[in-house]
């Protein structure tokens, strides 16, 4: 891989401190998280630009990839996430939906970068742990350890996903699995969103395509910014959407403006409390998450 994809793709990881805690760990854990002193650094407007440019370059559509497409393996089990059921449900097929998820699953959101989580087998036989215990919707049978942020994947011959960022290892996986908190990292699994929707089968093929979708940082912060710096001019967005949008826990609101003060005021200002907007809808979000599918 060359570096200036690993730049781009994994954004620097020293940038700043703050406990690995997952968007679905338990909310004292993210209380004990946002309290903790964020080390952010002064970032002048150069820096900004270039990690999160107002005219990012276009995307190529789903059309213009055709021959990009490299066999990993095989789709080897499916979960669906339903509300009130404290276990994920296993399925032969499932109803996989563009820019909103998985039918019937409860992480599904047009404004979610968290709508569906891609584990490996492999995590699974390394780590000896029970059926279903990553709580994965998609599990197959090669490594997602090497995947980043921007690759897409293919199942069967007609949905696409694109990889969004690593899902952090939790407090909750650490009661279902003791000592995982600390030590199983990138083997936690990918989590994705749905860019081109249909019937996602156990048992179907899995292509690789690098690099090509919309790419996001593993850090919390980083996206967080990344968010409100695409919030256009005029507009303004709620800190209750930012988390969504950032996919992180609403409990971090609490840091979002220690987090947001090294943006230019003007973007920084965008982002609003409830009891504090204007008498306008806020930005839908349109566009953030988009790739083309012609």
Request: aromatic share 6%; charged share 20%.
């Amino acid at each position: 891989m060359q570096s200036s994809q690993a730049n781009l793709r994994r954004p620097d990881a020293g940038a700043f401190r703050f406990d690995m805690v997952g968007a679905q760990g338990l909310s004292a854990a993210c209380r004990e998280s946002v309290s903790a002193p964020l080390a952010i650094p002064s970032m002048g407007s150069a820096k900004w630009q270039r990690m999160f440019p107002v005219h990012p370059i276009p995307l190529p559509s789903l059309a213009d990839l055709q021959d990009s497409w490299q066999p990993m393996g095989t789709l080897q089990a499916l979960y669906v996430r339903v509300a009130q059921e404290p276990e994920p449900r296993s399925v032969a097929e499932v109803q996989a939906l563009g820019g909103y998820g998985l039918a019937g699953d409860r992480h599904a959101s047009s404004l979610s970068p968290r709508q569906l989580l891609v584990a490996g087998t492999d995590a699974y036989q390394r780590w000896g742990l029970a059926e279903g215990s990553l709580r994965e919707n998609i599990r197959v049978d090669f490594s997602t350890s090497e995947l980043a942020s921007g690759d897409l994947l293919r199942m069967g011959s007609e949905v696409v996903i694109a990889i969004t960022f690593l899902c952090e290892p939790c407090r909750l996986l650490e009661r279902r699995c003791s000592g995982t908190l600390a030590s199983i990292g990138r083997d936690r699994g990918m989590l994705a969103r749905v860019l081109r929707g249909g019937t996602i089968r156990r048992g179907a093929g899995v292509s690789l395509c690098r690099a090509k979708g919309p790419a996001f940082s593993d850090q919390w912060q980083e996206r967080v910014q990344h968010v409100a710096c695409a919030v256009p001019e005029g507009s303004w967005i709620s800190y209750r959407q930012l988390a969504e949008m950032a996919g992180v826990q609403t409990a971090y609101c609490r840091a979002f403006p220690k987090v947001l003060s090294q943006l230019p005021e003007r973007m920084a200002a965008r982002v609003r409390s409830q009891r504090d907007a204007p008498g306008v809808a806020p930005w839908s979000g349109a566009g953030f998450f988009d790739m083309g599918m012609d």
